[in-house]
């Protein structure tokens, strides 16, 4: 092609384009007979999706709430006053630190702490803290402590909050070393909630690929996801992560196990998206919309790409959505079972596994804490997904 | 026509200044606004409209099938007229004010007032026999009946409207039929506590042309041997004028004419009538263009200050037609017409 | 009818040979060889092993011999019982089966009953009620049950009653009547024990299963044939029993094919948390301590439990629909 012709049709495109972004918005629509003037709004899809979303109450706090924790994740080094290895062993199994809002006199003040000391109970020998009331330490905010670097750019040492005098504000309380919950809870998000965005968009990737495939060409590709499918739904999941966990040697290290049990989660996934994304293909290939652009002439990779996937786009990232909480708790269970990752890496499932022996940390219950973050973790996005999957498809068709 | 028998029929359904709304989200949909019409002993009444001018709303009303939240009779009477006896008329049962739940419509539904409907596919339960369902009404109704007079009683009326093999396929499901059977069957299961009036929601009109016939002559027969009253919903002209004595013509929740059949074919009055019966495309002459209705139908949710039609009438009188809503006026004996255009000074 | 059922028990022998393909795979690639452990535990014995030797006890256990001869054995020895032996706890595998098996089974069984005996009804009135406030409270409920998971739900419940109860539920039984013969007392404990691995089965099923009973009952509610059934005179209630509810089982029972894997899951988390001799223990410490073949051996157990649920699942499905049954034909 000439650079001429090359020229003129990149403008002409180009100005369709920008035509159709103006006109797109407001037009007017063709005048009939006996018909007053009226103006058409051209919504898209995704306008669509989003003005049924947004009556979705739930979904919509749900997603907001979501973008705060991915949020706390991202800045986790400033919202945690401590390190996540940071020790305490002197104070270790301490409750989580009472806020006082009163002085001794009853007055009100700036939220303040007080210093915690170790007594031993003589008859049973656990540990219980005492707080000392001589001195009251307010909490600060953007305090002073360890140096980080803020989203791995900025170095600083300012945290969200704190006390002047190094004097502990455990929220969550110190766990059986001494190592302070919050922090933990706080960083150990980081590894939940975004192995699982890496875990989804892989399955992304290789469901798209997969179903796609097998969804338009058919024959002995279809027929052979379609067996895969019946299979992986065979074997329960938790006990199949386990097996595939016990494939990876102990011996490695930690980042690299990080990297495998992601993709072993996102194997999970994948299976199930690609025959969902078949399923679609399937079914739109046969509609008249699909024989037309076949019929213009269209090569088979086009229609799948520009005519039939957009069509199911928004059922596709509802189902990824919903399949998060899935790979949370893949990870959590297998961390807590000590087969995932473990110490000196934290995750939620990391911190949890230090709870198995119940009786042990029956007096300790804020070692549970993290557990509660997962439930809440899991819920939000399941309302969220939910909500996704009903703006997307209102008649689950 | 026999003008004795007109005369002798007596009411048997009297319907005053029904109203239908249903209340959604979006807005209030007022799908049947003071609607009257009688049906009497023996006659059919054949029911024409758009999709959405509130004939089936109607029909599920009369049997209390309206859902009730989101829709609810909000006003008027359904007076159901007794079958005359010896001790003379007993009292009429007004159904739009019997509990929906309760058991005084459940005794009138089937036994005295029955239905089919659009879809005979649908309209069976695909996991019980079609034998199954006919004698069900009759074991609720008819409690002399031993199940194995019931069982009997619907081969009979398998057989009698035309199905062959009754005695087997009162065992078959009904994907194990053909439309046509199907909707043979669901005419069966309608007959099978003998009511006086059958209500019939457009019950061709997922049929082909060939089994549409079929079917109109299987009612004509039935109603002139059970001499049995019917109401007949439709959208289609042609058909209703072949089966029915006496037409009512709504549009958008409200009578816009009544008539004759024959009337209503012949010498409609109200522009809409004019209209749909200018639409019907004939086979004599020739004809270059359709004549469809101008305009669409309005929101559902919409309001109107004067008459529903205006904005697609041909007549329509500025300063009028568009302030105050007519009247339904009879101008003729037996013909009633809503239209400011045969409002004498 | 039949031809339904023996194309589905046919397709079984299949699907159970692949299954056990990638369970033998996953064995394979798992680090831990029974001999290797064999030879490090007795060296560590402090006695002596020589090469040869170990060599010896390869072949004897045919670990030299390649891939699909292994993969043959291994299917030949398991057609004739022999499941092998752990090297964790120095039995047989079957042996360690057929002691956890009654648990694991027992508790799901269970399970799946009581989830369907309280999705059923509940189903059931959060359709029929919809919109009203207690369908909403029951929806939001059957979301944190299906989104929950269970092993959480089961630390906070242990924690709980170790500390308001002081009843620890942990293990099966209480070790002072482990080996005391049967009693009420016994009894008593026994279900004190089981009451809440049970209870947690149940909740794992519930959530889905009422909300499948809702929807699908919801989509049924809307078709003619009620309206139908209803301008017949039918009562209510025994309308909906009769119609859409039956159609609505459909649905449901197929769901039994993916209840049962979840409650295998959570098999395996509560036998961690709850200390319970099921499948699920002995797998993951088999896993824990890389003895990969009774890890497999209990997995491909997981998964025939499954195929024959599914199985079963199958069959009720065609007694309920007769179009499954006899077929869905066109006219006749």
Redesign the interface.
């Known amino acids: 092609m000439s650079a001429n012709r090359v020229l003129a049709s990149s403008r002409t495109f180009l100005s369709t384009w920008i035509e159709r972004l103006r006109a797109g918005r407001k037009g007017a629509g063709p005048e009939t007979e006996g018909d007053r003037d009226e103006e058409f709004y051209y919504a898209s899809q995704w306008d669509l999706m989003w003005w049924r979303f947004r009556q979705h109450k739930f979904a919509l706090v749900s997603a907001a709430l979501l973008i705060v924790l991915y949020l706390v994740a991202i800045f986790a080094e400033f919202i945690m006053p401590y390190g996540a290895w940071d020790r305490v062993s002197e104070a270790a199994q301490a409750p989580p630190t009472r806020i006082h809002f009163r002085s001794p006199d009853g007055a009100l003040r700036r939220p303040f702490v007080y210093r915690v000391a170790r007594k031993v109970d003589r008859a049973t020998y656990r540990w219980s803290y005492v707080e000392s009331e001589d001195k009251a330490y307010p909490i600060r905010f953007f305090t002073r402590g360890r140096p980080y670097k803020l989203l791995g750019l900025i170095s600083t040492d300012r945290h969200l909050f704190g006390t002047d005098g190094g004097v502990g504000v455990w929220l969550f309380g110190l766990d059986l070393l001494g190592y302070d919950i919050f922090s933990r809870t706080v960083f150990g998000a980081r590894i939940s909630l975004f192995i699982s965005l890496v875990g989804v968009i892989l399955t992304f990737f290789f469901g798209i690929l997969i179903g796609g495939i097998a969804g338009y060409a058919g024959g002995l590709v279809d027929w052979g996801l379609e067996r895969v499918g019946e299979l992986l739904r065979t074997i329960p999941t938790l006990p199949l992560l386990v097996m595939l966990s016990g494939v990876i040697p102990k011996s490695w290290p930690i980042v690299q196990t990080y990297f495998v049990m992601t993709i072993i989660l996102s194997f999970v996934g994948w299976v199930g998206l690609a025959r969902v994304v078949r399923g679609r293909l399937l079914s739109m290939r046969e509609e008249d919309f699909a024989l037309a652009a076949q019929v213009t002439g269209c090569s088979n990779l086009r229609i799948i790409f520009r005519h039939l996937l957009p069509g199911f786009m928004s059922h596709l990232i509802a189902s990824l959505t919903l399949s998060i909480p899935a790979m949370i708790l893949g990870e959590t269970s297998l961390s807590y079972l000590g087969l995932g990752l473990y110490r000196p890496a934290v995750s939620w499932g990391v911190m949890l596994a230090d709870t198995r022996d119940i009786q042990a940390i029956a007096h300790l219950p804020w070692m549970l804490i993290p557990a509660v973050w997962v439930l809440v973790t899991v819920l939000l996005f399941n309302f969220f997904g939910d909500g996704l999957r009903d703006a997307a498809d209102p008649h689950r068709m | 026509m026999d003008t004795s028998a007109v005369q002798a029929s007596q009411q048997l359904l009297e319907v005053r200044d029904l109203q239908a709304y249903f209340y959604l989200h979006e807005g209030t949909v007022r799908a049947v606004d003071g609607v009257s019409f009688d049906v009497c002993c023996g006659r059919t009444l054949g029911v024409i409209g758009e999709s959405g001018c509130g004939k089936s709303v109607t029909a599920q009303a009369i049997?209390r099938?309206v859902p009730e939240?989101p829709g609810r009779i909000v006003g008027g009477h359904i007076w159901l007229h007794p079958p005359e006896t010896d001790a003379g008329p007993g009292a009429a049962v007004d159904i739009a004010a019997l509990d929906s739940?309760g058991d005084e419509?459940?005794?009138?539904?089937?036994?005295e007032i029955?239905?089919i409907?659009q879809?005979p596919m649908?309209?069976?339960?695909?996991?019980?026999t079609v034998g199954d369902?006919i004698t069900?009404?009759m074991l609720?109704?008819l409690p002399q009946m031993t199940r194995q007079e019931t069982r009997d009683r619907a081969i009979e009326l398998l057989d009698s409207v035309g199905i062959p093999k009754a005695d087997q396929?009162v065992d078959?499901?009904s994907?194990?039929?053909?439309?046509g059977?199907r909707q043979r069957a669901m005419i069966a299961m309608a007959l099978s506590c003998g009511p006086r009036l059958l209500i019939a929601d457009e019950p061709t009109t997922a049929l082909d042309v060939t089994i549409e016939a079929q079917i109109l002559a299987l009612l004509k027969e039935l109603k002139s041997r059970l001499q049995m009253a019917m109401m007949y919903i439709s959208h289609d002209l042609a058909v209703i004028s072949e089966v029915s004595d006496d037409v009512m013509v709504m549009y958008l929740g409200v009578v816009v004419e009544t008539a004759s059949a024959i009337t209503v074919f012949d010498r409609p009055l109200h522009p809409y009538t004019q209209a749909l019966r200018r639409s019907i495309p004939t086979l004599e002459g020739e004809i270059t263009r359709l004549t469809p209705i101008?305009?669409t139908l309005p929101r559902p949710y919409a309001t109107h200050a004067g008459c529903r039609f205006y904005?697609?009438c041909e007549s329509r009188m500025e300063g009028e037609c568009d302030r105050t809503p007519p009247e339904l006026i009879e101008v003729a004996p037996g013909h009633k017409v809503r239209c400011h255009k045969y409002v004498s000074a | 009818m039949l031809r339904y059922l023996a194309r589905r028990f046919v397709i079984v022998i299949p699907t159970a040979l692949a299954v056990s393909f990638i369970v033998f795979v996953l064995m394979e690639l798992s680090p831990g060889n029974y001999v290797q452990r064999r030879v490090e535990n007795l060296r560590a014995q402090g006695v002596k092993v020589s090469q040869e030797e170990a060599d010896r006890l390869m072949a004897e256990w045919g670990l030299d011999q390649p891939f699909y001869i292994r993969y043959w054995r291994w299917l030949r020895n398991m057609s004739r019982g022999n499941l092998g032996q752990s090297a964790v706890y120095g039995r047989s595998n079957l042996d360690l089966l057929k002691e956890a098996m009654p648990i694991s089974v027992t508790i799901a069984v269970v399970g799946i009953l009581i989830s369907w005996a309280v999705a059923i009804p509940v189903g059931i009135y959060s359709a029929t009620h919809q919109y009203s406030v207690n369908d909403y409270l029951l929806t939001l409920l059957s979301f944190f049950g299906l989104g929950t998971p269970v092993f959480l739900i089961a630390l906070l419940l242990a924690w709980f009653s170790v500390t308001r109860f002081g009843f620890a539920p942990i293990g099966i039984i209480a070790p002072e009547y482990a080996n005391q013969p049967w009693s009420w007392a016994k009894a008593l404990n026994l279900l004190g024990h089981l009451a809440l691995p049970l209870f947690l089965a149940g909740l794992t099923g519930t959530g889905g299963l009422v909300r499948t009973m809702r929807n699908n009952l919801l989509d049924q509610l809307r078709q003619p044939y009620v309206t139908t059934a209803r301008a017949k005179g039918l009562l209510e209630k025994r309308l909906l029993l009769k119609y859409p509810v039956r159609m609505a089982m459909n649905p449901f029972i197929s769901a039994l094919a993916f209840v049962l894997p979840a409650i295998f899951s959570g098999d395996v988390v509560l036998a961690a948390t709850l200390g319970l001799p099921t499948v699920g223990s002995y797998m993951y410490t088999a896993v824990a301590q890389e003895d990969p073949y009774l890890a497999g051996t209990l997995l491909l157990f997981y998964a025939v439990v499954v195929m024959t649920g599914t199985l079963i699942s199958d069959v009720m499905l065609a007694v309920v629909d007769p179009r499954i049954r006899l077929g869905e034909g066109g006219s006749r």
Do not use: N
């Open positions: 049997l099938l939240p739940t419509i459940r005794a009138i539904r089937w036994k029955a239905m409907f879809e649908t309209s069976f339960s695909p996991i019980h369902q069900e009404a609720i109704h396929l078959a499901y994907y194990q039929l053909s439309g059977m101008a305009g904005s697609r």
